[in-house]
């Protein structure tokens, strides 16, 4: 006859999983990294080689690399910084008109280091829409054939785990931050470009590129209070979108969400969102820009690494954006130049840090793991305790 266990062992046992229950499961937290853009002004540019080692120190995984040099990507061979390769805008017209010059492309920038490069995805242009001409449709229509051109181009190689996009900016893109749930992709291109684009990343598994600067929609919009903007926590700073019912505390959420109704506006809602560029300035272009300054980078920094590494996603995307890059690496100090200009780096020219930001999230992913380490122990002992029985 088996054994039957005593209330006191049952209640032991339904505490330690009850216990368990309580843990941090494993989640899927967004992968953080930096853009970065060869300084052209720069008197005494960084060398390359030593950018990994400036990614490593700062605790980051990825970096999306803006303009794209052989040397740059060969220091990153044998590392654990996976890459976005971006396309420059200037070869979006040549690659959209044959197959051949992204072949061309690739086997420069690609076929040389992959897989001992961690190349991950490859972006068509940088907010290529913005660079172009006010209504020029014909730029626009460029985008997704070099986009395709490549995608073809990496299958010819036998390359298929490098996923092909492109980034926008949200602000020349979305309608409308807030509410959220209003948010639309801006017309004629919605239905030229956007609707086949997300169709294409259905299609093969790639992520939405868009870059989110609240400092941006804060400076347009005076009634966006300063505190919502940096993800500080008051009482006050709240957005309640009255559609959805769903209560916002941060700028960079709303943000985040609109592209997602946007998306689910055009039908293809469950397309994974990278933040490919999000920051907060430094210092200001312009004397009235008393708001880009140091403090606010670093509360608008910290806020965010915060809030990415706490694995709550957002409103209506609870799993959050997938990745998301911190614009920039270094600040681009130009000693020539007679106008002050905006700084976004996390690093100074010298490589030393700007801020006292701990970018690898690593505090609470170890609080994290002790905690699953004294769960073990307890049920390993409530174990025992009903063996003994």
Same mark, same amino acid.
């Given at each position: 006859m088996a054994p039957s266990l005593s209330s006191s062992s049952f209640f032991t046992l339904a505490l330690s999983f009850h216990f368990l229950s309580l843990l941090p499961t494993t989640t899927s937290l967004t992968n953080l990294g930096v853009t970065y853009f060869t300084p052209v002004t720069m008197p005494k540019p960084p060398p390359q080689d030593h950018i990994p080692a400036a990614v490593s120190s700062l605790g980051l995984t990825a970096?999306?690399?803006?303009?794209?040099?052989?040397?740059?990507?060969?220091?990153?061979?044998?590392?654990?910084?996976?890459?976005?390769?971006?396309?420059?805008?200037?070869?979006?017209?040549?690659?959209?008109? &044959?197959?051949? &010059?992204?072949?061309?492309?690739?086997y420069i920038h690609?076929?040389?280091?992959?897989?001992?490069?961690?190349?991950?995805?490859?972006?068509?242009? &940088?907010?290529?829409?913005?660079?172009?001409?006010?209504?020029?449709?014909?730029?626009?229509?460029?985008?997704?054939?070099?986009?395709?051109?490549?995608?073809?181009?990496?299958?010819?190689?036998?390359?298929?785990?490098i996923s092909v996009s492109t980034s926008f900016s949200f602000v020349n893109l979305v309608t409308t931050a807030f509410p959220p749930s209003s948010a639309e992709f801006r017309p004629p291109v919605s239905e030229t470009l956007i609707k086949p684009l997300l169709q294409f990343l259905r299609d093969t598994n790639s992520s939405f590129l868009i870059n989110i600067f609240p400092y941006n929609v804060y400076r347009l919009n005076a009634e966006i209070p300063i505190g919502f903007a940096l993800f500080q926590k008051h009482s006050f700073n709240f957005r309640d979108d009255l559609v959805t019912g769903v209560r916002y505390r941060n700028l960079f959420d709303m943000m985040v969400d609109a592209a997602i109704s946007a998306m689910a506006v055009?039908?293809?809602? &469950?397309?994974?969102?990278?933040?490919?560029?999000?920051?907060?300035?430094?210092? +200001?272009?312009?004397?009235?820009? *008393?708001? @880009?300054?140091?403090?606010?980078?670093?509360?608008?920094?910290? +806020?965010? *690494?915060?809030?990415?590494?706490?694995? *709550?996603?957002?409103?209506?995307?609870?799993?959050? *954006?997938?990745?998301?890059?911190?614009?920039?690496?270094?600040?681009?100090?130009?000693? @020539?130049?007679?106008?002050p200009k905006r700084n976004w780096g996390i690093l100074h020219p010298n490589m030393t840090k700007k801020y006292k930001i701990d970018f690898s999230g690593s505090l609470r992913t170890g609080e994290g793991y002790a905690l699953v380490r004294v769960g073990l122990i307890f049920l390993v002992f409530a174990l025992l305790h009903l063996l003994s029985f």
């Open positions: 970096i999306r690399i803006l303009s794209p040099d052989p040397a740059l990507t060969r220091a990153f061979t044998y590392t654990n910084t996976t890459l976005i390769l971006t396309i420059p805008n200037l070869f979006v017209p040549p690659i959209a008109a &044959n197959r051949s &010059n992204a072949l061309r492309w690739l690609v076929v040389p280091f992959y897989p001992r490069a961690k190349i991950a995805a490859i972006s068509v242009g &940088n907010d290529f829409l913005s660079a172009s001409p006010p209504g020029a449709l014909s730029s626009a229509s460029l985008l997704l054939p070099a986009i395709r051109n490549i995608h073809l181009a990496l299958r010819d190689l036998g390359i298929r785990r055009a039908g293809y809602e &469950n397309i994974p969102v990278v933040v490919a560029e999000t920051g907060w300035p430094s210092s +200001g272009g312009e004397a009235s820009e *008393v708001d @880009a300054n140091p403090a606010y980078a670093e509360m608008y920094l910290k +806020g965010l *690494v915060a809030h990415l590494r706490s694995g *709550v996603g957002t409103p209506l995307r609870k799993e959050g *954006v997938a990745e998301a890059y911190i614009y920039e690496l270094f600040d681009d100090e130009d000693q @020539a130049m007679s106008r």
